[in-house]
């Protein structure tokens, strides 16, 4: 019998949980997220709706227990302390939240205050999630971000008063007129607050942004601050990489950075093909070997659950996120764990494609393991993509 009743807490399955809040004071300027601005009934409704979502989707999960949850956005520091506390007591109505599970959430330098940090607390949230991606004011006012550094600052520390010990700051490199001076003097002042963990990604242009207007490959003439050149881009994430490492912080995935035991274990969910299930808007889910996610029409959303897509995974397409997903974590690909999943050995599906990689100087094999090399990093994309069959 495999009833769920007849299952203790530790014979559950590991869930991790991501619940999307897609409201923003309003877009920055390369922002291609699924956000947008909206009235207060509009986010109220929203939420109402998420929780309606979980009391339908949690029927299929009485035999798991979460692990991790992510809410992200968005700007999910826009929700009210007493939004959030209904938020997290729907969470914990219909799922099982293990004890010691981690619980992000992502908040905007400046949407947040003593009294909002202390509900935060109250519903259960134990590690922060800032996006800074600047320490300079020019820099975050030509991203179109809302806040100053100064803002940056005081949330921070307001977070630290309140209490919480596990902090993660996304900065951003390559950005318009930066210099590799500017990208440093960056990190060192974040540095400073010695955060448990840092993101540290380049800015990429994306279509259907202000910023593809201006740097896109259609842009219309030359724009009058430029990006970043290549060679300048990759120096700059080199040294973001050594002087991380230099500072104690273990360099875990290709744009992730931690203190030792605080390395996000949501996200490595995902490198790591772990189950979860994405809640609100757009949100995306990996169940069973089963990839569905949530429409991104808000309309559709506030009237409908299914599934937008859903894809059930072959075996090869398992593989290949195999591959591409645990390239991406600077430990890479284990040989053992690979046949385990699969009954078949690494070798005998990527013998050719390994090897070429290997001899190329991109990936090298270690204990047991293919993992990327500093030049592999600097063509991931390319490295990980050799994968799909
Ligand atoms: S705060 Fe984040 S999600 Fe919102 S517009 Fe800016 S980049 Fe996009």
């Not at 290549?230 to 931690?258: K, P, Q």
């Not at 090869?316 to 385990?340: D, H, I, K, P, Y």
Request: proline share 4%.
């Amino acid at each position: 019998m495999s009833s769920s009743w007849m299952m203790n807490d530790h014979e559950k399955k590991a869930l991790s949980l991501y619940i999307h809040y897609p409201f923003c004071v309003r877009k920055c300027r390369y922002c291609d997220f699924l956000s947008f601005p909206a009235d207060a009934a509009a986010r109220q409704a929203y939420l109402d709706r998420l929780g309606a979502e979980m009391a339908y989707r949690s029927q299929a999960f009485s035999g798991y227990e979460v692990t991790s949850l992510f809410i992200g956005g968005g700007t999910p520091s826009l929700m009210s302390g007493d939004q959030l506390l209904a938020l997290m007591d729907h969470v914990r109505r219909h799922f099982s939240l293990r004890e010691d599970a981690e619980l992000t959430m992502e908040c905007n330098p400046g949407t947040v205050d003593a009294e909002k940090l202390s509900a935060m607390r109250k519903a259960g949230i134990n590690r922060i999630s800032f996006g800074l991606q600047s320490a300079r004011d020019e820099e975050l006012r030509l991203l179109g971000r809302i806040h100053s550094f100064s803002d940056f600052l005081k949330s921070y520390e307001a977070a630290r008063e309140a209490g919480f010990d596990n902090i993660n700051v996304d900065l951003m490199s390559a950005l318009p007129g930066q210099s590799l001076s500017s990208c440093m003097e960056s990190l060192e002042a974040v540095l400073a607050l010695a955060p448990e963990h840092l993101s540290v990604y380049s800015l990429i242009i994306e279509p259907g942004t202000p910023f593809w207007d201006l740097y896109g490959e259609d842009a219309p003439g030359k724009p009058a601050i430029p990006l970043p050149d290549e060679d300048t881009e990759r120096e700059m994430y080199h040294r973001i990489c050594r002087r991380l490492e230099a500072a104690g912080y273990d360099h875990y995935e290709v744009s992730n950075f931690a203190r030792p035991g605080r390395a996000c274990r949501h996200n490595l969910v995902y490198w790591r093909r772990g189950e979860y299930l994405g809640l609100g808007l757009g949100a995306a889910s990996l169940v069973d070997e089963r990839r569905f996610s949530n429409t991104r029409d808000l309309p559709i959303y506030m009237s409908s659950f299914a599934p937008a897509e859903e894809e059930r995974l072959t075996e090869q397409a398992r593989m290949e996120e195999t591959m591409f997903l645990g390239l991406r974590c600077m430990r890479g690909v284990s040989e053992a764990e690979f046949e385990a999943a699969f009954g078949k050995r690494i070798g005998d599906i990527y013998g050719p494609v390994l090897e070429k990689l290997c001899a190329q100087g991109l990936l090298a094999r270690e204990k047991g393991r293919f993992f990327l090399t500093e030049r592999g990093l600097d063509v991931a994309t390319p490295v990980m993509a050799a994968f799909l069959l």
